[in-house]
């Protein structure tokens, strides 16, 4: 029997930088309503209030929710009101080491973008992000640049060796995110079984990137179960099917008491 069913945002529950829909803020509170929930994503804390919270009414199933930003970086549970568990931040050396050898590995790689909607580069405290096209680019935009990952698996395999005491992982359309070193979502995964006393072989996690050097990969390699989805249509049928086989379960389970 599932406990707990864990989602990424980025790709999987919505579109990039998007809100949920409504069909799927829907799905997930009738999911809330029967166990636990968790997302874990590259983005920070404010990009799960406007993506995830505001799609989500505000009721005592958000009890039922833990909230992973940052890769993992950071653990945030619901008690009445947000609270922040822990926060892996980086120290004003590292994010200077990170930053400047991010620029590096850009110029090394070669692709030029011609133009940016916002800052390229985020300091997410526990967490820098590099989104190619900036942190406010249009989806549309962000969709053509790199949809197959080829340009941002360049750039990776260019900072793996400049900062190979460092975490560096792809998500989302155009980001690549770098956390402290076994700080991501599978240290995320870990921190969700300890403190929630869920085994792994009780949690099912869906994200859109799996692949190896994907920023999904790390809670697959934590040895969770896991499903790979291409977007927010998808994973909406995997809830759906979710709750039915949970529902089946209930009822085998009422029917056997009876």
Not at 2 to 8: E, H, N, Q
Not at 89 to 117: C, M, N
Not at 237 to 245: D, T
Request: glycine residues 8%; hydrophobic residues 40%; aromatic residues 8%.
């Amino acid at each position: 029997m599932k406990k707990l069913i864990v989602f990424d945002l980025d790709g999987t529950l919505a579109l990039s930088k998007s809100r949920l829909e409504a069909e799927t803020a829907a799905l997930l509170h009738d999911l809330l309503g029967i166990l636990k929930v968790a997302v874990i994503s590259g983005g920070a804390w404010l990009q799960f209030e406007e993506q995830l919270l505001s799609g989500l009414p505000h009721d005592d199933r958000l009890a039922n929710l833990s909230l992973l930003p940052t890769c993992g970086t950071k653990f945030f549970q619901y008690t009445g009101d947000w609270k922040e568990l822990y926060s892996e931040d980086f120290s004003a050396e590292q994010k200077d080491k990170i930053v400047s050898s991010l620029r590096k590995a850009i110029a090394i790689a070669g692709f030029p973008v011609e133009r940016t909607w916002g800052e390229p580069i985020e300091d997410r405290g526990s967490q820098i992000t590099y989104s190619a096209l900036g942190q406010q680019a249009p989806l549309e935009e962000k969709n053509k640049w790199d949809s197959d990952f080829a340009k941002r698996k360049k750039i990776k395999a260019i900072l793996d060796t400049l900062i190979p005491e460092f975490s560096v992982r792809l998500g989302g359309a155009t980001s690549i995110d770098v956390t402290k070193p076994g700080i991501d979502k599978g240290y995320g995964i870990r921190k969700l079984r300890d403190i929630l006393g869920i085994s792994l072989k009780e949690m099912i996690f869906i994200g859109d990137a799996l692949f190896v050097g994907g920023n999904d990969y790390p809670a697959k390699q934590a040895g969770v179960i896991s499903i790979p989805v291409q977007g927010p249509n998808e994973t909406r049928r995997v809830i759906e099917a979710i709750i039915a086989c949970l529902d089946v379960s209930q009822e085998v389970r009422s029917f056997e008491v009876a």
